[in-house]
């Protein structure tokens, strides 16, 4: 892709007092890409987002907003931001306050449209005290979409939402990603980003450890899950075998995550036993991001 990016770190570092919680971090957002930042706790994915949405200052390096200064007034009626601590007036109808925050901005979808892109209409009349976690956090939603913004910003999106919602959520994201809006993501839940994003960046301790397409950063694992039955084996043979990284036995099933498939599988098959249900998949995400982030520590440390 070329152009202006939409968004942009460049050599951005971000201290505070003695702890520096980013380090030269560069990040380029392409406009209509998603991104998913993945990383532990304290990682630094927080202070990258206020950075970019212009919410704090890098200490040194820069941060862009469709190539711009990310707190212009006019830069600002671009985005959407629906961040980890939010507030609004408690007192308020989901209606009421979905309109305010849409008058806020130039062009607006309307507020019933941002009402039930967030699956609240049976709650539009409702004052804001009386929300769940959940549909707080789908309220938090309309919000951020409520000025039809250009990029919008999701930091931990679906916390505290049930399994149905949180699928309804990802819709609602293919859908504006359909029409050509950038979403920057966060999330714990790494099955969220393998769905949503086309590209993810892996942060840990302040630094960018690795950035590539979902397949990219998991090809980065050699890892497979090894799934069988068998009978004949025990927990402590399978863990002694080269490459093993864990082994469970539950309702009959071995699952072996081995990072030398192929020598486990000749092992088991040297025993000359019965083998039923074989099943060889390579690592997820999830294994790929905390390999990732712990062999950084590592290195580190």
């Known amino acids: 892709m070329t152009g202006t990016p939409a968004i942009e770190l460049k050599n951005a570092t971000k201290r505070f007092g003695a702890l520096t919680a980013l380090h030269d971090v560069s990040v380029v957002v392409q406009p209509g890409e998603t991104v998913a930042m993945l990383g532990p706790n304290g990682a630094g994915k927080t202070t990258a987002v206020s950075l970019m949405l212009g919410m704090r200052s890098p200490t ?31 007192m308020l109808t989901v209606r009421e306050v979905v309109e305010l925050f849409g008058a806020l901005y130039a062009k607006p979808i309307s507020a019933a449209a941002a009402i039930e892109a967030a699956q609240l209409s049976e709650k539009s009349s409702a004052r804001i005290v009386t929300l769940s976690g959940g549909q707080r956090q789908r309220l938090y939603f309309a919000l951020a979409i409520v000025g039809d913004p ?8 679906t916390v505290a939402l049930d399994v149905e919602s949180r699928r309804a959520f990802w819709e609602q994201i293919t859908l504006l990603t359909a029409r050509g809006k950038t979403v920057l993501l966060t999330t714990h839940y ?36 090894v799934r069988f039955m068998a009978e004949g084996l025990s927990r402590e043979w399978l863990a002694a075998l080269p490459g093993m990284q864990s082994v469970t036995h539950a309702g009959g099933q071995w699952q072996l995550y081995t990072l030398e498939a192929e020598a486990t599988l000749r092992a088991v098959f040297a025993k000359d036993i019965a083998i039923i249900g074989l099943e060889v998949e390579g690592a997820g995400l999830e294994e790929a991001v905390l390999s990732l982030t712990s062999a950084h520590a590592k290195a580190a440390a």
Request: glycine share 12%; hydrophobic share 40%.
């Open 190 to 225: 790494l099955e969220e980003a393998d769905a949503l994003a086309n590209r993810i960046v892996v942060i840990n301790s302040g630094v960018i450890v690795a950035q590539g397409t979902p397949s990219e950063i998991k090809s980065k694992v050699g890892g497979k899950y």
């Open 60 to 90: 040194s390096g820069t941060a862009r907003l469709f190539g711009g200064d990310p707190r212009v007034p006019a830069t600002r009626m671009r985005l959407g931001a629906m961040l980890q601590e939010s507030g609004v007036p408690a």
């Open 150 to 157: 250009d990029v919008l910003f999701l930091d931990e999106p």
